[in-house]
């Protein structure tokens, strides 16, 4: 089945409407849709949640929609790279859930899996289990965990065919397959738009029945900090 190839990234991102629950690919800066960013930053939608790893940088990533005043609860489980994002929630500015990085993980595999809930060892005893079912397997006590789904996923991928099949670049590979999965809405931004035959399905990481649509975009692929010896 073909998928939608939008022509333009202001298109592919014109039905998220204020209030909208988004997921967003990406670990810091690798493997961030980015141009989708961008054009989620230009539209001016508003009071949105995004469940994303982190929330970018101060200028770059996640951090434009911060910056913008266009996020209203950040659901992820790292903050640390971002000054405007520790500003906004000592003023209170912003709601922040943070999650344990393996359960942040799984409650998003989960929610594209369509199981809507688990059990996991990490944060018990702690704030993260507070109003929340602890039950004992075997001994060890397990905190419940319920699996998150979003209206629109956005997610970055090396290549992708017309059928929506993907292919991530290495460590791009990160939080997008699970997050391609679940979003109600998916669109990939890719580096190539191959023919359908084109890509060995071996090598496909996402399946296409996941995504519905599609733009080629080029990157500036920034990275946090810059390390020499």
Known sequence: MLKTIYESFDEAVKDVQDGAVIMVGGFGLVGIPENLILALEKSGVKDLTVISNNCGVDDWGLGRLLKNKQIKKMVGSYVGENKEFERQVLAGELEVELTPQGTLAEKIRAGGAGIP??????????????????????????????????????????QGDKAGNL???????????????????????????KEIGDIDPDAVHTPGIYVQGLIKGQQEKRIERVTTR
Do not use: Q
């Open 167 to 193: 292919v991530y670049n290495k460590t791009a590979r990160n939080f997008n397959p699970m997050i391609a999965a679940a979003g109600r809405v998916t669109v990939a931004e890719v580096e190539e738009i």
């Open 117 to 158: 809930a688990f059990f996991t060892p990490a944060g018990v005893g702690t704030p993260v289990a507070e109003g929340k079912e602890v039950r004992s397997f075997n001994g060890k006590e397990y905190v419940l965990e319920e699996a998150l789904t979003a209206d629109f996923s956005f997610v970055r991928a090396l």
